[in-house]
């Protein structure tokens, strides 16, 4: 339910909620809206039937319990449309092989067509900040190439992700390096 | 043919197993560093409660209830990042049941006239069978099932095609690349749906691909 819309007002019934007209006060809500609407709002009975049974399930037993469910929000998720949409037109898969001061160098696997592995230069500016700090030599990331379209402007863009491990993962790996380093040194060679 | 670009396309990824849906918060997502803090900050929360969660991201959108996990962008940029996030997941809950995991595409084409649309329908389901039995009939889905060919895999490979509820004229074609796991004790099976998706991901896209373009041009 969009929150722009006027408010429920005397002239206002149930029908011009359902329609999606207006907005709706919570005592009326409580009295009169079914069971199974709000849950339809927020969960797409035609996408995905098991997890709007599941939610109705909800709905239904909290009430039998007198169990009252916070009144849901009727706000559309933002960013998340099947209208808005990345498309690729070219993808790599990328593996930092050396990294300096401002930039860092990249071994590329083509993923939209087969050919030679390339190598490029990229500017840490190009990576957002907070996966900065995960460019280090070895770390893998994914480098797109390809069409924006956003609330239906069109945009071309160069995407760059890194890929996330879980922390103890890169704490692990972190580990058994200086495991092998250890192990190495350790060594006497003859 | 010309070959055809869907006009949307989303890919996702199932498990079924036994989840805890309340723990898959955002914020638990960052905390392990599957994603930015600053993506977790700003998470549409559509519900948290122990049966179901759901939130979306601006490339994610993420449903957990007691027995699905499911992982799903519209974003191409974004499908190996699903798939990292999933296996993610999987490493950090790795005692976690997994019955089954589902490696899927959900396609909307648009078709170049309502006659095309038609001719669709009427290739799949051809309506000689039904005269005399409905007025006007019409096909509104069908779902054809394969076998799998590859070796030490178990599983189906699933294509259901219906008019397109958001393209018109359109047709919607689900292709659903589904691997039973064998039940086993309890900490392997998760190991096993990690490696489906480190082995087979990317030729199970590919296969997607390759399937929805045979069927277009045969259809079209």
């Excluded at chain 1, 863009?157 to 890169?170: A, Y």
Aim: include cysteine; glycine fraction near 4%; hydrophobic fraction near 35%.
């Amino acid at each position: 339910m969009n929150s722009e819309l006027p408010l429920l007002d005397t002239d206002s019934n149930i029908e011009d909620v359902m329609q999606g007209r207006t907005c709706i006060n919570l005592s009326l809500f409580s009295k009169e809206i079914p069971k199974d609407y709000p849950f339809k709002r927020l969960i797409n009975p035609s996408l995905d039937s098991s997890v709007y049974e599941k939610a109705q399930e909800i709905s239904y037993e909290a009430e039998e319990s007198n169990h009252k469910l916070a009144c849901p929000q009727f706000i559309q998720p933002k960013g998340y449309s099947y209208v808005d949409r990345f498309e690729a037109l070219q993808k790599w898969e990328c593996i930092v092989l050396e990294v300096q001061d401002e930039s860092f160098r990249a071994r590329l696997i083509d993923l939209t067509q087969e050919g030679p592995d390339e190598e490029a230069e990229f500017s840490i500016q190009e990576v957002s900040e907070e996966d900065r700090k995960l460019i280090r030599r070895g770390s893998v990331f994914y480098w797109t190439i390809g069409y924006n379209d956003l609330k239906g402007q069109r945009t071309r863009e160069s995407l760059i992700r890194f890929r996330r491990l879980p922390v103890w993962r890169e704490r692990d790996i972190d580990a058994a390096g200086r495991r092998a380093r250890e192990l190495r040194e350790s060594i006497h060679w003859k | 043919m010309k070959e055809k670009r869907p006009k949307i396309q989303t890919h996702n990824i199932v498990l079924l197993g036994d989840f805890n849906p309340k723990i898959l918060h955002p914020t638990w997502f960052a905390a392990q560093g599957l994603i930015r803090e600053q993506e977790a900050e700003v998470a549409e929360l559509v519900i948290c409660h122990p049966e179901i969660l759901i939130f979306s991201l601006d490339w994610l959108a993420l449903e957990v209830s007691r027995d699905r996990f499911k992982a799903e962008t519209v974003k191409e940029s974004h499908y190996e990042a699903i798939r990292d996030l999933v296996k993610g997941t999987l490493d950090l809950l790795h005692h976690t049941p997994i019955r089954a995991i589902g490696i899927n595409k959900l396609l909307h084409f648009e078709m170049e006239s309502e006659e095309q649309w038609h001719n669709v329908g009427h290739k799949l389901a051809p309506k000689d069978v039904w005269d005399g039995i409905l007025t006007k009939p019409g096909m509104r889905t069908l779902t054809m099932e394969g076998i799998k060919q590859e070796e030490g895999v178990m599983g189906y490979i699933r294509i259901t095609v219906e008019p397109s509820v958001k393209v018109h004229p359109g047709v919607y074609i689900n292709i659903n690349d589904h691997f039973k796991i064998k039940e086993n004790q309890t900490g392997q099976s998760s190991n096993e749906a990690i490696s489906i998706l480190e082995n087979r991901w990317n030729a199970s896209l590919k296969r997607c691909d390759k399937v929805v373009s045979m069927l277009l041009e045969k259809l079209t």
